[in-house]
T-cell receptor, first 112, second 115 residues
Framework: NAGVTQTPKFRILKIGQSMTLQCTQDMNHNYMYWYRQDPGMGLKLIYYSVGAGITDKGEVPNGYNVSRSTTEDFPLRLELAAPSQTSVYFC???????????FGPGTRLTVL | QQQVKQSPQSLIVQKGGISIINCAYENTAFDYFPWYQQFPGKGPALLIAIRPDVSEKKEGRFTISFNKSAKQFSLHIMDSQPGDSATYFCAASIANTGTASKLTFGTGTRLQVTL
């Protein structure tokens, strides 16, 4: 049982490039989330999903897209990377809406 | 708009002492208040959580105190140990919306426990 796994661990992008951050969970959780963490700012919710095929915007969705084709996977897509997207990105999952959110180890992204 | 304010930003406590971290919220609809612990290079992990129907919850050395009228809640770490050195985040959400529990996080407190 690996929990929530994220790839890659680190990535450097040039302005305007695109990439997909991968997130997989093996706990059969219905709910999945993407957060970004900036120094001194806590974590901000980007997108979330309540099940396969269902996604919705969080607090800071601009510049990102998500999809949820399976229960296990919840990739986050950056289409046109900007320096403001330099951050640490965390994926999380939970069994239900009231349950503990389990976080992955994070992806540190730098946009230059 | 910061809906959950956390203080202090950093805290140094001697081994065996009590660490206290405070949070205040604005949205009276919040009804789930978890605390997360994060070690460097790791994702946050749930430490303890409380619902507003109780004023205190204790798990081992960790206690949440909740004051609904003041819209404040705090984390107390008794007998603080060097292994408790980490960043602590308070959070809040509305748990009964029929959709995902969208957590609003505080800005974090970096705790250092010295020998």
């Amino acid at each position: 049982n690996a929990g929530v796994t994220q790839t890659p661990k680190f990535r450097i992008l040039k302005i305007g490039q695109s990439m997909t951050l991968q997130c997989t969970q093996d706990m059969n959780h219905n709910y999945m989330y993407w957060y970004r963490q900036d120094p001194g700012m806590g974590l901000k919710l980007i997108y979330y999903s309540v099940g396969a095929g269902i996604t919705d915007k969080g607090e800071v969705p601009n510049g990102y897209n998500v999809s949820r084709s399976t229960t296990e996977d919840f990739p986050l897509r950056l289409e046109l990377a900007a320096p403001s997207q330099t951050s640490v990105y965390f994926c999380a999952s939970s069994y239900g809406q009231f349950n503990e959110q389990f976080f992955g180890p994070g992806t540190r992204l730098t946009v230059l | 708009q910061q809906q959950v304010k956390q203080s202090p930003q950093s805290l140094i406590v001697q081994k065996g002492g009590i660490s206290i971290i405070n949070c205040a919220y604005e949205n009276t609809a919040f009804d789930y208040f978890p605390w997360y612990q994060q070690f460097p290079g790791k994702g946050p992990a749930l430490l303890i959580a409380i619902r507003p129907d109780v004023s205190e919850k204790k798990e081992g050395r960790f206690t949440i105190s909740f004051n609904k009228s003041a819209k404040q809640f705090s984390l107390h770490i008794m007998d603080s140990q060097p292994g408790d050195s980490a960043t602590y985040f308070c959070a809040a959400s509305i748990a009964n919306t029929g959709t995902a529990s969208k957590l609003t996080f505080g800005t974090g407190t970096r705790l250092q426990v010295t020998l």
